[in-house]
Nanobody, 120 residues
Framework: VQLQASGGGLVQPGGSLRLSCAAS????????VGWYRQAPGKQRELVAR???????NYADSVKGRFTISRDNAKNTASLQMNSLKPEDTAVYYC???????????????WGQGTQVTVSS
């Protein structure tokens, strides 16, 4: 099982980016999916999380600007980021709680990280 994150890049303040996370492999199901970020010299922090039922929670710093979503049929998740600020600059990682194997168990997987830079 692998997670592939994509969609990062350089954007001006006030701009938008959409990050995607795709899971592949012999997956039975995916429980919660989260997007995290880590800025230079800082700890990794949770940005947004979505459960298998669609319940979401966000870091206070991104509420109203970021939206997390998922497509259970495609084993994908996205993070729509609007009104980006320089302080959003970080490497963004997706994390998923993936159910697979025999017997079935839940494993935590991380994507490889994608750089988001907000700068004029």
């Amino acid at each position: 099982v692998q997670l592939q994150a994509s969609g990062g890049g350089l954007v001006q303040p006030g701009g938008s980016l959409r990050l995607s996370c795709a899971a592949s492999g012999s997956i039975r199901s995916i429980n919660a999916v989260g997007w995290y970020r880590q800025a230079p010299g800082k700890q990794r922090e949770l940005v947004a999380r979505i459960t298998s039922g669609g319940s979401t929670n966000y870091a206070d710093s991104v509420k109203g600007r970021f939206t997390i979503s998922r497509d259970n049929a495609k084993n994908t998740a996205s993070l729509q980021m609007n009104s980006l600020k320089p302080e959003d600059t970080a490497v963004y990682y997706c994390n998923a709680e993936v159910v697979y194997g025999t017997p079935q168990r839940t494993y935590s997987h991380w994507g490889q990280g994608t750089q988001v830079t907000v700068s004029s």
